[in-house]
């Protein structure tokens, strides 16, 4: 009979788009969903810390990355992207320099 070794599960680092509260109605101004956003930055922040203390709660390492809305829609405009939740997910990914 044979046994497998169980390999350690390293706990994901969990990328988290940040915004600024400067930003915040030019995100939702630009942004194609901004009807999935919340109204304000607060309302935002609020969220995301309680999202960031869920998931640290479980485990998980976050990094909170600071998005620039000008760079972000410069992004999109450039690659003929819409300013929706995939694309900033994907956007993350690449200026936090984990996507090739």
């Not at 969990?14 to 600024?20: G, P, V």
């Not at 972000?72 to 900033?88: G, K, V």
Request: aromatic letters at 8%; charged letters at 30%; a negative charge.
């Amino acid at each position: 009979m044979f046994t497998r070794k169980r390999k350690s599960v390293q706990p994901m680092n969990l990328l988290l788009a940040c915004y600024s509260p400067d930003q915040w109605q030019e995100l939702l101004a630009t942004a194609d969903d901004s009807e999935n956003l919340e109204l304000t930055w607060s309302e935002w922040r609020k969220n995301a810390d309680m999202l960031i203390d869920g998931l640290k709660s479980e485990g998980r390492d976050v990094t909170e990355v600071l998005i620039d809305i000008n760079d972000l829609n410069h992004y999109c405009r450039m690659h003929d992207l819409p300013n929706n939740a995939e694309t900033r997910s994907k956007y993350v990914l690449l200026i936090h320099g984990e996507l090739i």
